[in-house]
């Protein structure tokens, strides 16, 4: 039995705690906030035994194996920080920080002290995202020439908003462009060339991004987000023999659509058994069972090279948290 505690009482900490229930050997004990109404008022919607008025104490808690840390971007950082300062394992929501200096400091960190630490990035957990990357790496697309994603919402947010408030890590890079830019780098990897161009709102964060990926393969990537208007939320992976398309919330599919040259088209359904965060907390508790300190299918190497990608971004189009 793994017994979790989540750390933030918002949205995202609610979704995780529902799907948790679908995942076997595990047990939510624990909510920590800032303040103990918050976290009195979560527990009691969510049936959690312990509610915590500060991160310190969650991280504390001897009956508590791993923390889910779900605060906005901009306190990633310090959270998980803590957790592993308490010794537990941590799952810190995506992405792992506002920059790769910070991102670093974590994996350093947790590799120091022998303790678990994993990137929330759920796409890479998902049963129909990793049945695409084997049916690319059987050579069911031939080569990969291009990766083209998208991720934009409608607005509009007032600036206090977290997607727009900088000092909250706002803006549309950090919230939804990650997704796109970890699409093309689990397909691709590492790109040599990096080029974009983005709409700033009076605080200084991206609303409207496109970027341009290129690989001295010749594969090349189109990825936008923005939240300036609900776009697609698709994605295709395009190769010399054929393409493979994901539908709306491609991080999530409900299928995958394969084109073979010469070929009818082949669907691939996916299972979207509860909200998709329990593939994570599944893989956590794999590794801790296998005694491992990082998760193979979102290794600490992938979440720094993302996010050192996205530190390029935001350099080309003029967004620093600093």
């Known amino acids: 039995m793994t017994r979790w505690g989540i750390l933030a009482t918002g949205h995202i900490a609610a979704c995780f705690a529902a799907d948790l229930r679908l995942v076997p050997d595990a047990e939510l004990v624990a909510v920590g906030s800032r303040t103990r109404e918050s976290a009195e008022l979560f527990a009691r919607r969510h049936d959690v035994p312990r509610a915590y008025a500060s991160w310190a104490e969650l991280a504390a808690d001897p009956d508590v194996d791993a923390i889910y840390v779900a605060t906005p971007h901009a306190a990633h950082h310090e959270a998980a920080l803590a957790c592993l300062a308490g010794g537990k394992a941590v799952l810190v929501e995506k992405p792992c920080t506002l920059d ?15 303790l678990f630490l994993m990137e929330a990035m759920w796409m890479r957990t998902n049963p129909l ?30 600036p206090e908003h977290r997607m727009r408030a900088r000092t909250l890590g706002g803006g549309a890079l950090l919230d939804l462009g990650v997704y796109p830019l970890s699409l093309a780098h689990l397909v691709l990897g590492v790109p040599q060339h990096v080029q974009a161009w983005a709409k700033l709102t009076p605080e200084a964060v991206d609303e409207n991004t496109g970027m341009v990926l290129g690989w001295d393969s010749g594969a090349v990537a189109t990825l936008s987000c923005g939240m300036v208007g609900a776009t697609a939320i698709t ?24 084109h073979r040259a010469g070929a009818e088209p082949e669907t691939i359904p996916g299972d979207l058994t509860g909200g998709g965060y329990q593939y994570e ?42």
């Open 100 to 114: 790769l200096p910070t991102t670093t400091e974590l994996v350093e960190t947790a590799r120091a002290r022998g």
């Open 129 to 158: 995202i990793l049945r695409v990357l084997e049916l690319i790496r059987d050579g069911a697309i031939g080569e990969v020439t291009h990766v083209r994603a998208d991720f934009g919402v409608a607005g509009p947010f007032p």
């Open 235 to 258: 994605a295709s992976i395009t190769g010399t023999t054929g393409r493979i398309d994901l539908p709306e919330l491609f991080f999530r599919p409900a299928h995958a659509v394969l």
């Open 281 to 322: 907390a599944i893989e956590v508790q794999r590794c801790l069972a296998a005694g491992l300190t990082e998760s193979p299918l979102v290794p600490h190497a992938a979440t720094l090279e993302v996010m050192g990608l996205i530190d390029d971004v935001k350099a080309r189009i003029g967004v620093s948290y600093a």
